[in-house]
């Protein structure tokens, strides 16, 4: 039920153990851009990007949503904690990377009548709040920060607070969608949603390469379908030389999307050519209700 709360209605789900790190300072930005495969100038102030962060491999130690609060002070989410990674790149910067998983409380309302039902709580002006784009409300003495941001590829916003207010808001979201199909979201829902989406996960679709025990099995941007997050334009970052060559000779793998014969879905599976070759790994799969289809993402040998 709650799979179709976030389809056809709205999902809350609780997003406060998503890893946060505030990355504040006069050279916040360059310590970002090298750091990052993309052009974080091209993240301006009250919005957010999508990026992901390399080693000098060239492999995808994670990605997360970038959040640009203000000029010089950054958010970062992410699924893995990355305090160690971020501060050993600070040095030779004037910058201060802190962890604020445990200060800041988050929940993600998605689905179709997410709108409404933030407008029926009292934030007036939320309808004009762009795709990837954040703004401050007032709520109960305390400020709420809401993004129009998401891992269900509907509708939908992140909500976040300080934790003492977190159960107020979580009473007045509830409230006001009680009329418009609200319900709570689990992780099996909301990995149901990201699947339908193509949105990938770290651990699932690709092994972080920080925790990897053998380099063959990470994975580069380009071979997550992520090429468009790479900026060679913008100047030295993490992983740039590799790239550039992958770029050049070609990538190992291909991720792609499947449409699976017949409703079973095929979690855990191989792919072979017509010719009974191996060809790759199905990294995510499920029958989708709303496709009535039973569609994967799979990790396949290039080409």
């Given at each position: ?20 790190h505030?990355?504040?300072g ?18 301006k ?22 959040f ?102 979580w ?45 063959t ?12 997050l ?22 190992r793998?291909?991720l792609?999307?499947?449409?699976i014969?017949?409703?079973k ?39």
């Amino acid at each position: 039920m709650d799979y179709f709360a976030g389809r056809n209605a709205t999902g809350v789900f609780d997003i406060t153990p998503m890893v946060k790190h505030r990355i504040t300072g006069p050279d916040a930005l360059p310590y970002l851009n090298r750091l990052m495969t993309r052009d974080v100038s091209k993240i301006k102030p009250g919005r957010v990007g999508y990026s992901v962060w390399c080693n000098d491999q060239g492999r995808v130690i994670d990605d997360g949503t970038i959040f640009h609060l203000s000029e010089g002070d950054y958010r970062i989410c992410s699924q893995e904690h990355q305090l160690d990674w971020f501060l050993t790149n600070a040095m030779g910067f004037d910058v201060n990377v802190v962890d604020e998983t445990h200060d800041v409380a988050g929940l993600a309302v998605q689905g179709p009548t997410s709108c409404a039902v933030l407008k029926e709580m009292g934030l007036d002006g939320i309808e004009n709040l762009t795709p990837f784009g954040l703004t401050y409300f007032d709520f109960e003495g305390t400020q709420l920060l809401v993004s129009r941001t998401g891992f269900t590829g509907d509708l939908g916003y992140e909500l976040f607070v300080e934790p003492d207010h977190a159960e107020v808001l979580w009473d007045r979201l509830f409230e006001a969608g009680k009329l418009r199909g609200i319900m709570a979201m689990g992780s099996e829902a909301l990995d149901l949603l990201r699947i339908e989406a193509g949105f990938i996960l770290a651990g699932v679709d690709f092994l972080p390469a920080a925790e990897a025990v053998r380099p063959t099995h990470t994975r580069s941007p380009f071979e997550l379908g992520l090429g468009w997050l790479v900026s060679f334009d913008k100047g030295v970052f993490n992983g740039r030389k590799a790239l550039l060559e992958e770029k050049k000779n070609g990538s190992r793998f291909n991720l792609v999307k499947l449409n699976i014969d017949g409703n079973k879905p095929a979690r855990d599976s191989f792919v072979y050519t017509d010719k009974s070759k191996y060809a790759g790994t199905v990294t995510s799969a499920m029958w989708s209700p709303s496709a009535k289809a039973s569609i994967a993402l799979a990790s396949l040998e290039a080409p």
